[in-house]
Every structure is written in structure tokens, then in C-alpha cells.
């Protein structure tokens, strides 16, 4: 599905994905958005990249030393985004292409995105180019493991139901599709070292389900 098709999807869901994702969660999405922020560099400018309702910059609150920036293809997202986030900055744009210049970024996170991106091998390049020396990209992520046969198959049975009646058919079968693509950590560490990243942080939650990984550019 292009990114139109997903920002059309993830616009329609805004008012209620907060609290799915809590729900879905237990709560737990709030802890591991604070793990990874504690993993990150301590100050410089922040880009949150499939930045959603901007949880992610909403829990840097107005301490943090540098500017919070959030990009995502979906107006729908950004708009409560902006709403949660006042001294945030919101711009409409995809990963693989994005409108900053170079070293501009001491941080790049992405909660729960990097398996949507339609081409990681470009946003990894991106995040390079964007990252001044000594920067981190911060990865939240459903990750292909052991268990990814059977949390399909919950998805397709057992959690079919509530995901029918939240979001209809086109956009679950969208969320089925997004955990088949999901990648597993040395998948993703391969692609970063490639690029000129080092891993420098990893951890699994919701056992394993949810891996956070942090690399930082070294090249």
C-alpha cells in the first residue's frame, strides 16, 4: 500500500489510537517510549519520524534543550499531534524524504514505524545524512521472532473480532500486513551497519514481541 493509502488509514483511526495502543499494550507503550528516550542523546534537535499524535515528543516535555520535530504522512495524526504538543513542530512528510538539512539532528526516533517504511534502505541513508557525528536513531518496533506465526494467527482469530470493530476489515488486514513485514533485530542491525550505524542499545518486551533497539552513526 503507497503512503497515501496509509496516511488515509492512520488519519481515519486518529481519534482512537491513543487508546488502542494503550489498551493493546496493557499500558506498556509508555514505558518502553521511556526507555528509549532515556537511551537517547541528553540534548540537540529531536526528529520523531511517523511522529502519530506526537507521544513521542510529548514526553520530552519543554526540558529538553532543542527543537522537537515531528514529520508523518498523516494530517489527521498531525493535527492532534500539534494539539498534544503545542511547542512542537509538525510537517507532513514521509521518511525516505525529508525536508531538513544536513547534521541537522542529534536524535531520530521512530515508535512503532519502521516496519511501515516502504523503503528502509533510503530512510536509513536519510537518517544518516540528517544525524550530526555521535547521533542515535531510536527504533520502537514489532519484531519477527519466534512467536510471529502465532501472534498472527491471534490476530486473525481471536483478535479479529474487537479489530474488525474498531477499525473494519481493510484496515486490520493493514496491521496483519504490516506484523508479516516485520523484521527481525539482526535483520535491522544489518541493514544500520551498512549504512554506518553501530548498535548501541537492545532490548526485548512483551515477551519479545517488541523489540528497542538504538544505533548510532559512526560513518
Keep these: 500500500m503507497r503512503y497515501r493509502g496509509v496516511a488515509e488509514i492512520f488519519s481515519q483511526i486518529s481519534g482512537i489510537y491513543d487508546r488502542f495502543l494503550s ?3 496493557a499500558g506498556r507503550i509508555h514505558s518502553w517510549q521511556r526507555e528509549l528516550l532515556s537511551q537517547m542523546n541528553p540534548s540537540g534537535n529531536w526528529l520523531d519520524v511517523g511522529t502519530g499524535t506526537g507521544e513521542v515528543l510529548r514526553k ?4 529538553y534543550e532543542g527543537i522537537r520535530v515531528g514529520v508523518d504522512p498523516a494530517i489527521g495524526m498531525l493535527r492532534i ?4 504538543c503545542g511547542s512542537c513542530y509538525f510537517i507532513q512528510a514521509v521518511g525516505e524524504s525529508l525536508p531538513f538539512k544536513d547534521g541537522s539532528f ?3 526516533s521512530l515508535s512503532l514505524v519502521f516496519r511501515h517504511l516502504q523503503d528502509k534502505e533510503s530512510f536509513i541513508e536519510e537518517a544518516g545524512r540528517l544525524l550530526a557525528e555521535g547521533g542515535r536513531v531510536g527504533i520502537i518496533d514489532i519484531g519477527k521472532f519466534r512467536g510471529t506465526p502465532f501472534l498472527l494467527f491471534l490476530m486473525r482469530t481471536l483478535l479479529k473480532p474487537i479489530g474488525l470493530l474498531l477499525f473494519g476489515k481493510d484496515k486490520w488486514d493493514f496491521f496483519i500486513h504490516s506484523v508479516e513485514e516485520s523484521y527481525s533485530l539482526e535483520e535491522i542491525r ?3 551497519e551498512r549504512k554506518g550505524f553501530s548498535l548501541s542499545y537492545r532490548s526485548g518486551r512483551f515477551f519479545g514481541v517488541v523489540q528497542i533497539a538504538i544505533f548510532i552513526k559512526t560513518a
Design 81 to 84: 499531534a500539534k494539539e498534544k
Design 190 to 192: 544489518s541493514m544500520f
Design 60 to 63: 520530552l516535555r519543554d526540558r
Design 106 to 108: 542529534s536524535n531520530i
Design 23 to 25: 489498551t493493546a499494550t
